[in-house]
């Protein structure tokens, strides 16, 4: 606090002037003092202001700093989000598989800031992973690293066999690196650090493997690992999603072999064709890397001959392969029977002979396989030829035989044709041979009718004039004898008759001539000219049907007595014929029944045909042509009737016609 001095001075005016200089000296130092005290304190404060402004400076330049980094991590999480979901989005979009394997390494390459990246995939047949997509590397490394091994000791088949992510960060101190051909490759393409992860299905299948690689000693921090194992997940997906499409495709495709290969089978074509369908579908489900062909074993011949599947020069260097149990490939499988498998020619002490023939045609790999018939014997063999060392995997092995199995349907089916086109070609030269014959006998048959004919004549003219001849003089014996002479030639002139008619009806020369006539007549007139011909029988009438018809008289009154006779010749024991007749609509209808010996069921349909006749114990002892119902059917059919039979054997039959009431036209 300042003391004011000088105003107590003005107030004392008792006080001298010295004393009040005195005073105010006091007062003015006290005053210089209470100002140093103020100098004082603002130059601390001055300082203290200088330092805090220093310190807040820093924090400001420090906050800049964070914040900065903030805003760049923020600028990296965010260019690294759309990253992610650019490829999210790629892999819903993109159809071409190489450009999505092409987005994922390249986001992989960026998210973990790597200078080279690659994608494989893991095969289970050959147990090892192969190379999908790269970059950064050279060109001799990625040809080294097209397939890796589980057995191969590199990081890759590390992290495959122990199905975990293996990092290395300075190749040149990994101690199973030291000496391998991997390290050589890594330093060729200037990799000093390497990390590789496993790509692990959902249900945890090994599918595949990403791997990064830095030029410098490097170990990726956990944020990079994070967004990897985002990359990771969506690279198995989409391998995952890729096997299962690669797998429908080749169901489809197995689906599409095997129905080709039976189309190819009962299409009918010809042989080479059929086979050349079955080769193609060998060549479709192997890509492309196998060739195929077929052979077989001609009629006379001991050896294998090329039927279709390779060059024209190829079937003659093979022409004639030796079939037997020294042979080898297709000649050895047809000889077993069984499948012979030659997964590397050069490897097989038993292709020696034939090396230099396999490697002038470019085959490594032979398999060979007997083609058999469904009633076992062997009609071929299917070779299959692939131009590097291969082994028949089980989907091919099971193609091969479903190929086998077709080409036997189809050279089965060629041979069955070849033999039916041979019996075929028998037949009708047989055909040819028994028309001749037939015309040679029905010209014998029409000849010999006409030459019998005239001289017939004659005996049955004769025979009248003897019969009346002893009629008179009363000579009953020699009339007897006349009159059953009368009755044979009567016979013959019915049986030459009916030679000729088979000659007609062969010819189509029958002619009907048309008439109005009572039918109950025409029907009486036969059955009391065929009673007076037989003792044991009795011919009985039930005639319903009292009219006229227009038809041919004489020619129905031929199937009337036809058919009366074959009653009684099949009934030797003789007994009742019956002859009825009705109406049926516009028909009628007559029938001839007797109780004889019967006709089997299955001679129904044939007893009507030319020289037919049933064959039992009983029939082969009776005459006859086997003409008589033939000629029936040909005149009952001209009047556009029906003819039938009924029968039981042992029991007897009815034979039967229908005719037309109304006029029918003249033929």
């Not at 992989?108 to 047949?125: F, G, L, N, T």
């Amino acid at each position: 606090m300042i003391d004011n001095a000088p105003a107590r001075a003005e107030k004392s005016p008792n006080l001298s002037l010295k004393e009040r200089i005195k005073t105010l000296e006091k007062a003015n130092q006290e005053l210089l003092n209470e100002l140093n005290q103020l100098q004082h304190k603002k130059i601390y404060y001055e300082s203290q202001l200088a330092l805090y402004e220093k310190l807040h400076q820093k924090d400001k330049e420090e906050l800049k700093s964070v914040q900065a980094n903030l805003d760049k991590r923020m600028a990296d999480e965010l260019a690294d989000s759309k990253l992610l979901q650019q490829v999210s989005g790629k892999l819903i979009e993109e159809e071409n598989v190489e450009r999505l394997y092409g987005q994922i390494i390249d986001t992989a390459k960026a998210v973990m800031h790597s200078d080279a990246v690659s994608m494989q995939v893991y095969s289970s047949e050959k147990r090892a992973l192969n190379l999908l997509a790269w970059k950064g590397f050279h060109p001799y490394s990625a040809k080294y690293w097209e397939w890796v091994k589980m057995i191969d000791g590199s990081i890759c088949a590390i992290a495959m066999t122990e199905h975990k992510r293996i990092i290395v960060q300075d190749i040149e101190a990994c101690d199973f690196l030291l000496g391998t051909e991997d390290l050589l490759s890594y330093r060729l393409s200037g990799i000093r650090s390497v990390q590789s992860t496993p790509l692990i299905s959902r249900s945890g299948e090994l599918l595949g493997m990403i791997s990064n690689h830095w030029k410098k000693v490097h170990q990726p921090s956990e944020r990079d690992f994070a967004l990897l194992d985002v990359i990771n997940r969506q690279a198995a997906d989409l391998l995952e999603r890729v096997r299962a499409q690669t797998a429908l495709r080749e169901k489809k495709s197995w689906l599409n072999g095997q129905k080709e290969a039976f189309q190819a089978a009962m299409s009918g074509l010809p042989l080479t064709v059929s086979l050349k369908a079955l080769v193609d579908t060998v060549v479709a489900q192997t890509n492309g890397a196998a060739r195929a062909a077929f052979y077989q074993v001609p009629p006379g011949s001991a050896g294998l001959y090329h039927i279709v599947g390779m060059s024209d020069e190829y079937a003659r260097d093979i022409s004639g392969f030796k079939v037997g149990p020294e042979s080898l490939a297709c000649g050895l499988a047809m000889y077993k029977g069984e499948p012979v498998i030659s997964p590397d020619i050069e490897e097989d002490p038993r292709w020696e002979p034939l090396r230099p023939l396999a490697r002038k045609y470019n085959c490594r790999a032979c398999w060979s396989f007997p083609v058999r018939t469904k009633d076992g014997p062997i009609v071929g063999t299917l070779g299959i030829y692939f131009s590097e060392p291969r082994k028949p995997l089980k989907k091919e092995l099971e193609l091969a035989g479903i190929l086998a199995h077709a080409a036997a349907i189809i050279i089965s089916r060629d041979q069955e044709l070849m033999e039916r086109t041979q019996a075929e070609e028998a037949l009708r030269e047989n055909e040819k041979k028994l028309k001749m014959l037939v015309h040679l006998r029905d010209e014998f048959i029409g000849n010999a009718s006409h030459e019998l004919n005239t001289p017939l004549t004659s005996m049955m003219i004769y025979t009248q004039i003897l019969e009346q001849h002893f009629q008179k003089i009363e000579n009953t014996a020699h009339g007897k004898m006349i009159q059953k002479l009368r009755q044979q030639v009567e016979r013959l002139h019915l049986l030459i008759r009916d030679m000729l008619d088979t000659t007609r009806l062969a010819e189509g020369k029958m002619v009907m001539v048309l008439s109005h006539f009572d039918l109950t007549r025409l029907i009486q007139e036969k059955a009391e000219e065929m009673q007076q011909d037989t003792k044991n029988h009795k011919i009985v009438l039930q005639l319903n049907y009292n009219g006229e018809i227009a038809a041919d008289e004489e020619r129905i009154g031929q199937v009337i007595t036809n058919l009366i006779s074959n009653a009684i010749k099949y009934s030797p024991l003789g007994g009742e014929i019956v002859l009825s007749s009705e109406i049926k609509g516009n028909f009628v209808k007559v029938c001839v029944t007797d109780y004889g010996i019967g006709i089997p069921a299955e001679a129904f349909d044939r007893i009507f045909e030319r020289f037919y006749r049933v064959q039992s114990n009983e029939a082969g002892t009776f005459p006859g042509m086997g003409i008589g119902l033939a000629i029936c059917k040909y005149i009952i059919d001209m009047h556009q009737g029906k003819i039938a039979v009924e029968s039981k054997e042992g029991i007897g039959s009815t034979l039967s016609f229908t005719l037309p009431i109304n006029t029918v036209e003249s033929k």
